[in-house]
Nanobody, 121 residues
Framework: QVQLVESGGGSVQDGGSLRLSCVVS????????MGWFRQAPGKGREAVAS???????TYADSVKGRFTISKDNAKNTLYLQMSSLKPEDTATYSC???????????????WGQGTQVTVSS
C-alpha cells in the first residue's frame, strides 16, 4: 500500500520560510513524477510545483523564484522549500505521485493528506 505523508507545515509571518517534506512509503513500480499542490479555503486546488521523470521542474507563476522543489531518492522524500512567504500562500499543501495523462487530461494516482501552511501579515 502506497502512502504519502506530508510534514513541515506551520504558521509563519510574512516573509518567512518553511520546508515541507513528503515521505513516500510502499512500492511504486518504475520511475514516477511528483508534485506539490495547495488549496486555500473557498478556492480550488492549485498546482504549485512538480518534478518530472527526468527531473525537470515546473512552477506556478505565483511561486517562481520563491519556492524550490527537490527530491531525495535515497530517502523517498520530496521537498518544497518555501521562502519569502506571503499571506496569499496560506493553504493546505499536499503532495502527489505518479502523474498520467491521456487525451490531454492528466491525473495523479497517489495523494497525501496535506499539511497546513498559514502566513500572517
Amino acid at each position: 500500500q502506497v502512502q504519502l505523508v506530508e510534514s513541515g507545515g506551520g504558521s509563519v509571518q510574512d516573509g518567512g520560510s518553511l520546508r515541507l517534506s513528503c515521505v513516500v512509503s510502499g512500492y511504486i513500480s518504475g520511475a514516477y513524477s511528483m508534485g506539490w499542490f495547495r488549496q486555500a479555503p473557498g478556492k480550488g486546488r492549485e498546482a504549485v510545483a512538480s518534478m518530472g521523470l527526468d527531473g525537470t521542474t515546473t512552477y506556478a507563476d505565483s511561486v517562481k523564484g520563491r519556492f524550490t522543489i527537490s527530491k531525495d531518492n535515497a530517502k523517498n522524500t520530496l521537498y518544497l522549500q518555501m521562502s519569502s512567504l506571503k499571506p496569499e500562500d496560506t493553504a493546505t499543501y499536499s503532495c502527489a505521485a505518479q502523474k498520467s495523462c491521456r487525451g490531454g487530461v492528466c491525473s495523479w494516482r497517489y495523494w497525501g493528506q496535506g499539511t497546513q501552511v498559514t502566513v500572517s501579515s
